[in-house]
């Protein structure tokens, strides 16, 4: 269950093949890649800044993929944040789970994704036109992760 918070990109195609290397288990991966876009909330991005806690932000997305663990029946995932400096483009987040079935694997790759969401503890700037700003949290990001406190989610 490897978790890492780090400023260097990342390369996709390693980590979906580290993840399940001597794993003959593994029948489905799921993945997701998150990327910095050029545009939010109508006004041009030029650059995005990520902050954290180092240790509290580990644990905490450590607790996510925990939670995933036990709700599915899942053979491992892998969760890398980016922090640091991005431009427009650049990925931010991968979120990777190996499981025996595919709808076990979607299901949880989405879990994680929506808890880190709402959960992990990360600051967002971005840099417009108009200046920095804080990225607020999203009313949709809090719904789509209620969605998993609902019975038999």
Not at 37 to 47: L, N
């Amino acid at each position: 269950m490897p978790v890492r918070i780090q400023e260097a990109d990342f390369d996709i195609g390693s980590e979906l093949a580290d993840l399940c290397r001597a794993e003959p288990r593994v029948g489905a991966l799921a993945s997701f890649v998150g990327l910095v876009r050029d545009v939010s909330g109508g006004d041009g991005v030029s650059e995005m800044s990520l902050e954290h806690y180092p240790g509290m932000t580990e644990k905490a997305l450590a607790a996510i993929v925990g939670e995933a663990l036990q709700r599915w029946s899942l053979i491992d995932a892998l969760v890398i944040h980016r922090v640091g400096r991005l431009l427009p483009g650049d990925r931010i987040v991968l979120v990777a789970v190996a499981a025996a079935h595919r709808a076990e694997a979607f299901a949880a790759c989405e879990f994680i994704m929506d808890y880190l969401k709402t959960r992990a503890p990360f600051w967002k700037r971005e840099l417009t036109a108009a200046g920095a700003r804080w990225v607020e949290a999203r009313d949709d990001d809090d719904r789509a992760a209620e969605r998993w406190r609902q019975p038999g989610a």
